[in-house]
Every structure is written in C-alpha cells, then in structure tokens.
C-alpha cells in the first residue's frame, strides 16, 4: 500500500517533498513504517548469495505488499543487482525503500555515489529512499544526492557504539570524554536532537537554494566525505546539473 510522494523543489538532485503530508527530507521512525519482511546480506559477499538473497527479498516484498508500504533494496555491492532489486519491487507496487548496507557504503565513497546515482537515475519519480545507520556529517552529501529521508534509529545504532553524533564528526567517548558518566538512554537522546537539528538545517540551506554550501563545508569533516562529493562531482556532473539552477 504505496504512500504518496510529491516533490515540491529541487536543490541539485535534492528534493523537498511530502510523503503522506508530511515534509521531506525527513527522520523515519522505524516503528511508524511498514517495512516488508526481506532477506538482510552482508556488504561484501559472494554474488551467488547476493542473488539469492534479492531473490527472497523480492518474494517477501510480493507476499507482503497489501500490509506493508516499505521496501529494502538488496543487492550487496553489486550495482545491477540493486538496480534490478528497485525494478522489480516498484513492478511489485512499492515506492518507498531503504538502502540496505548504509553503514558499509559510508566507508566506501565510490561505491556509496555509485549506488546512490545509479538507483536515483532508474527510479520512478514518485519513488523515495531512506538512507539507514547515515552519519550526521553525511547527512547532508546523502540529500544533495536524492536521498528523501534517514532511518532514526541512528541515534540508537551510534549511543550502542558509545558514540557521540555531532553535525560535524563522530566522537568515540571512550578516547573523547566529552561527556562523562553519561547513560546510554541519554547519549541517544543527544544523538536524536543533534539528528533533527542537521534536518532542520537541510531544509533552511534548501529553501535558500544553498545545499551546495553546506554540502562543501561539511566535506572536510571525514576524508570519506570529502571523497564522496569529489567522486560525485568528477564521475556524475550531468547528474547534478540535471536539477542545479544556472544564474
């Protein structure tokens, strides 16, 4: 049962929309979705299992398309695989996916873009995709990109992890004690406001037509993230000029 998705504007590739009403790009609570039963694979595996593994993820999302309005791209590290997995399941009916193997991609800048264009280039229009585990100084490079919305539980992922997200880098509080004796609820809490913040301040850079600048001024933070936006940008600039505004 397929949620509607309206673009309203673009910044680059990125998208201001609504799904069901509400405003994109926006935090998914995972107990608020109807995700379809799928088959999780790890990033790096044969191409055998990745098959297999889309093969069952492609089944379930049939049987459950009626309850469930969520789907999960499988495919491991293999391109055609995803795209062929995002084919098949809006055939199937949904419009709405997770990007399965968020948190490995993020450690693999060329095959993250890849992804990410490739899926973005094949999807119907009124598709939208969820990014999981996403850091926060990723956040915004994932929505310039066409990203529509990240999964919460981040907060969660990350205070597990003993990890403190900020907008601009992740601190292990283990070797960075900013914070001392603080709990688990509690770091997640900080976690999730620091999450709503970086949305918020995604939509102001793009209602301002400034998603570019905030992309460049948080490549710096990670080397993976300023080799992110220069892959993007040498291998894929047909693809941002696409929807970039010329002055």
């Given at each position: 049962?397929?949620?509607?998705?309206?673009?309203?504007?673009?910044?680059?590739?990125?998208?201001?929309?609504?799904?069901?009403?509400?405003?994109?790009?926006?935090?998914?609570?995972?107990?608020?979705?109807?995700?379809?039963?799928?088959?999780?694979s790890a990033y790096n595996v044969d191409r055998e299992i990745a098959e297999f593994n889309v093969r069952e993820t492609l089944r379930l999302a049939k049987e459950n398309v009626d309850e469930c309005d969520i789907a999960v791209i499988q495919g491991s590290k293999y391109i055609d695989l995803r795209v062929d997995c995002l084919n098949k399941l809006e055939e199937i009916g949904y419009n709405g996916f997770i990007i399965a193997n968020g948190d490995a991609l993020?450690?693999?800048p060329k095959e993250l873009v890849e992804v990410i264009v490739s899926l973005k280039r094949q999807a119907q229009k009124d598709s939208y995709f969820i990014f999981s585990f996403s850091e926060l100084s990723f956040m915004p490079i994932l929505t310039y990109m066409g990203i529509d919305g990240f999964l919460s539980d981040s907060a969660n992922y990350y205070s597990h992890l003993n990890v403190l997200q900020t907008p601009t880098k992740a601190y292990d509080l283990n070797s960075y004690p900013i914070y001392e004796n603080i709990s688990q609820s509690e770091l997640e809490t900080k976690n999730m406001e620091n999450m709503e913040f970086v949305i918020r301040e995604i939509h102001a850079h793009m209602k301002n037509k400034s998603l570019r600048n905030l992309v460049e001024e948080r490549s710096g933070t990670t080397p993976q993230n300023i080799s992110t936006l220069k892959i993007l940008d040498r291998n894929h600039m047909d693809y941002l000029l696409e929807y970039t505004q010329l002055f």
């Amino acid at each position: 049962m397929k949620k509607k998705f309206e673009i309203k504007s673009h910044d680059g590739p990125g998208r201001i929309g609504k799904v069901d009403g509400e405003l994109t790009p926006k935090l998914f609570l995972r107990n608020e979705l109807k995700i379809a039963p799928n088959q999780g694979s790890a990033y790096n595996v044969d191409r055998e299992i990745a098959e297999f593994n889309v093969r069952e993820t492609l089944r379930l999302a049939k049987e459950n398309v009626d309850e469930c309005d969520i789907a999960v791209i499988q495919g491991s590290k293999y391109i055609d695989l995803r795209v062929d997995c995002l084919n098949k399941l809006e055939e199937i009916g949904y419009n709405g996916f997770i990007i399965a193997n968020g948190d490995a991609l993020l450690t693999n800048p060329k095959e993250l873009v890849e992804v990410i264009v490739s899926l973005k280039r094949q999807a119907q229009k009124d598709s939208y995709f969820i990014f999981s585990f996403s850091e926060l100084s990723f956040m915004p490079i994932l929505t310039y990109m066409g990203i529509d919305g990240f999964l919460s539980d981040s907060a969660n992922y990350y205070s597990h992890l003993n990890v403190l997200q900020t907008p601009t880098k992740a601190y292990d509080l283990n070797s960075y004690p900013i914070y001392e004796n603080i709990s688990q609820s509690e770091l997640e809490t900080k976690n999730m406001e620091n999450m709503e913040f970086v949305i918020r301040e995604i939509h102001a850079h793009m209602k301002n037509k400034s998603l570019r600048n905030l992309v460049e001024e948080r490549s710096g933070t990670t080397p993976q993230n300023i080799s992110t936006l220069k892959i993007l940008d040498r291998n894929h600039m047909d693809y941002l000029l696409e929807y970039t505004q010329l002055f």
